[in-house]
């Protein structure tokens, strides 16, 4: 399956079992999040070191409620604690996750 060119084509991919094999890592663990399996998604980005993980990270324990672990991923990927909704910033990381892939 080729990479999503889009956030529209990443959500169609959802009624699947498991992402692509071929993704980035960043991609797949955004599709586990996407899914509500928050413990696959940790799994898979725990342990990356790269800032867009660290920022994915940072998303999921803000959506865990963690937020004192939250901020301290935030802080490791270089953003701020963001002031919008966890869907929006989900989007938000599909979408450069997205963009940087098809770079």
Do not use: C
């Not at 070191?49 to 301290?72: F, V």
């Not at 963001?82 to 963009?99: A, G």
């Amino acid at each position: 399956m080729a990479i999503p060119k889009n956030l529209q084509e990443f959500n169609s991919t959802l009624i699947r079992e498991e992402p692509d094999k071929s993704w980035p890592l960043a991609l797949k663990g955004l599709w586990f999040a996407a899914k509500g399996d928050w413990q696959s998604a940790h799994d898979l980005i725990d342990g990356a070191k790269e800032e867009m993980s660290s920022w994915i990270h940072a998303h999921l324990h803000r959506e865990e409620g963690d937020e004192w672990n939250a901020a301290y991923w935030y802080r490791l990927a270089q953003r701020p604690v963001p002031k919008i909704s966890l869907q929006e910033e989900r989007n938000q990381l599909i979408d450069i996750v997205l963009e940087q892939t098809l770079l």
